[in-house]
């Protein structure tokens, strides 16, 4: 079997020649997994012999990135807030600039007098729901969404961070309307979503690796907002006074939210530039009577 300094090349070449964006760092990521090295490791001790069954580990991932398979399902986990999650391809891969919408939610319980409850929408991996109760234990953490196999992923994620968190299977804010399920007729101080914003005329031209993701987590209807529409309506019914809505969404969409609250009665929507620069979150919030 080959040394590690020349796995890490064949590897490299392998990916840069089927497009894949990164080739180096998927590489190393895929390699340090098959031989249970770090990624430090591999590049310190690059003369290192593996065995026939890591090289074979090796390969098979390296093919399974080939066939457009992301990293994250590859080696089951991905990085978020510091913390690790375990993703499957029932569960949308968490991405950095869905960090920006829990930097926004934590200023905003910051500014609260009281707070006292966070619904998460649409958990998928849980990735939002378990960042938020790992830095303010002190609230109620409820989370929801409408996969029966998503939410066996987040149920474990909030297990493996010591994170107390109640989850619902259904439909947006139907999860929460069943009386068996304790939470009907709940307010919040803030509710936040990752929603699937993509218009499904846009599918088609994500890449490999994004389109093998949950449709039912990026498709959102003919302009994007299908979900996003619902949530904004329904959402007044379920905050407190004076509670937040904090939504992710599209640049492209901020200005079509932004009304979409306003006809709620939220008030002066706040826009979050993601790590691009570009407008990614909004939060608004529902004004105590005067």
């Not at 090349?9 to 998927?26: F, M, Q, T």
């Not at 939410?151 to 909030?158: E, F, Q, S, T």
């Not at 068996?180 to 919040?188: C, V």
Request: aromatic fraction near 6%.
């Amino acid at each position: 079997m080959p040394c590690i300094k020349e796995l890490l090349s064949r590897g490299k070449s392998l990916l840069a020649s089927e497009n894949i964006s990164s080739p180096d760092l998927d590489t190393s990521l895929l390699l340090a997994e098959a031989s249970g090295l770090s990624r430090e490791q591999i590049y310190t001790h690059d003369d290192l012999e593996l065995s026939e069954a890591q090289g074979r580990r090796f390969f098979e991932m390296l093919e399974r990135r080939c066939r457009g398979e992301c990293t994250a399902y590859i080696l089951g986990r991905r990085e978020f807030w510091g913390l690790k999650f375990s993703v499957t391809s029932a569960v949308l891969v968490p991405r950095p600039d869905t960090e920006i919408l829990v930097e926004a939610a934590l200023g905003i319980l910051r500014s609260m007098a009281l707070p006292r409850s966070i619904l998460d929408l649409c958990t998928g991996s849980g990735a939002i729901a378990v960042a938020l109760k790992h830095e303010r234990p002190d609230l109620e953490v409820l989370a929801s969404d409408c996969s029966r196999a998503a939410l066996v992923i987040a149920r474990k994620n909030a297990e493996q961070m010591a994170c107390e968190i109640t989850f619902f299977q259904g439909d947006l804010f139907d999860a929460l309307a069943d009386n068996s399920s304790g939470a009907a007729g709940r307010h919040f101080s803030l509710i936040t979503a990752n929603a699937p914003y993509v218009p499904s005329s846009s599918i088609a031209a994500l890449t490999a690796e994004v389109r093998n993701e949950p449709r039912i987590a990026l498709d959102g209807g003919a302009d994007g907002l299908n979900i996003i529409r619902r949530i904004i309506a329904e959402a007044p019914a379920y905050l407190e006074e004076g509670g937040s809505l904090v939504l992710e969404g599209d640049p492209s969409q901020m200005t079509a939210m932004a009304a979409l609250m306003n006809g709620r009665g939220f008030a002066e929507p706040k826009l979050y530039r993601d790590l691009a620069g570009r407008n990614r979150v909004m939060a608004a919030v529902l004004p105590r009577p005067l």
